[in-house]
């Protein structure tokens, strides 16, 4: 309890070296004294000395991976986890193979989600080659544990594929200038899997942006401009307004757009 401050009742048993029975009325003891409390189903947290377990809140990252060793950690989840989230967010999002129901801890929640169908099929893929663990992710460690994350370059595609799971597009945007590279290859490598137009604009816009800042020459734009939508479309769905990205075929919010190459005004 002292060098973990989350762990399963599974743990706890092999660290006793016995049956369950004895991890189960271990934790039953210590329940009772107010030391351990209870996340979810054979999962619990340490709670610190002089703390009160019906406030204190466990974190809620290394709770999410006790409940799912399978996790993967994305969208606004992985912008912190990588150090990048730009705003405090009481969402954890992970990807799962199997669907649960969301996870409330304090005043944080945890969502299961489904990993994308495209990631799946990658990940299929990447078994028979034996290297399924790492389809674009990386390691974090923290609180003792190794968590499994988005890359930067599989969060920014996430990210403009699902704007509502990472806080919207001025928190994607402001959170990914954070990193100081971005591989332009591994963004290639997902983008093909999703087979979207949309995503291939957005990416493309993004990395326009920041050519300078990225250390990285306009050539590596051609297949993103290759695979833009044939008509406009807007680059945050449902938004009204903004002006047009002519490279991209978007419509993105006026803030955003540095007027440096064609574009002009929007419906």
């Known amino acids: 309890m002292a060098r973990n401050r989350i762990f399963t009742l599974d743990e706890l048993a ?5 049956e ?17 409390k209870r996340l979810a189903n054979g999962v619990y947290a340490t ?19 006790a409940i799912r060793p399978d996790a993967v950690f994305a969208y606004h989840s992985a912008l912190d986890l990588l150090g990048q989230g730009h705003s405090v967010w009481w ?30 099929q990658g990940t299929e893929s990447a078994s028979r080659r034996g290297n399924a663990d790492t389809l674009w992710t990386t390691e974090v460690h923290r609180g003792g544990r190794t968590l499994r994350v988005t890359t930067p370059e599989r969060t920014l595609v996430d990210g403009f594929r699902r704007l509502g799971l990472v806080g919207g597009l001025d928190e994607l945007v402001e959170s990914m200038d954070g990193f100081a590279t971005l591989r332009p290859e ?3 490598n997902v983008l093909r899997a999703y ?20 250390f990285l020459d306009d050539s590596i ?19 009204r307004g903004g002006v047009v990205a002519r490279d991209w075929n978007l419509i993105v919010p ?14």
């Not at 004895?22 to 210590?30: E, S």
């Not at 734009?221 to 008509?231: I, Q, S, V, Y």
């Not at 006026?254 to 419906?267: C, I, K, M, N, V």
Request: glycine share 8%; net charge positive; hydrophobic share 35%.
């Open 14 to 18: 092999r660290h006793l070296g016995s």
């Open 20 to 36: 369950k029975s004895l991890a189960q009325y271990r934790i039953r003891y210590h329940l009772r004294q107010r030391r351990l």
């Open 47 to 65: 709670v610190p000395i002089g703390a009160d377990p019906e406030t204190f809140e466990a974190d809620v990252f290394l709770a999410a991976n």
């Open 91 to 120: 969402t954890c999002t992970v990807c799962t193979d199997r669907r649960r129901p969301p996870v409330v801890l304090g005043r944080s929640t945890i969502k299961f989600l489904m990993r994308p169908p495209a990631v799946r």
């Open 186 to 188: 591994l963004l290639r």
């Open 195 to 214: 087979d979207s137009k949309r995503l291939w604009a957005a990416v493309g816009w993004y990395l326009q942006r920041r050519l300078t800042s990225l």
């Open 221 to 239: 734009l051609g297949e993103f401009k290759a695979n833009r939508p044939g008509t406009r479309v807007y680059l945050v769905p449902g938004q």
């Open 254 to 267: 006026q803030h955003l757009q540095r007027r440096a190459r064609g574009e002009d005004s929007g419906p």
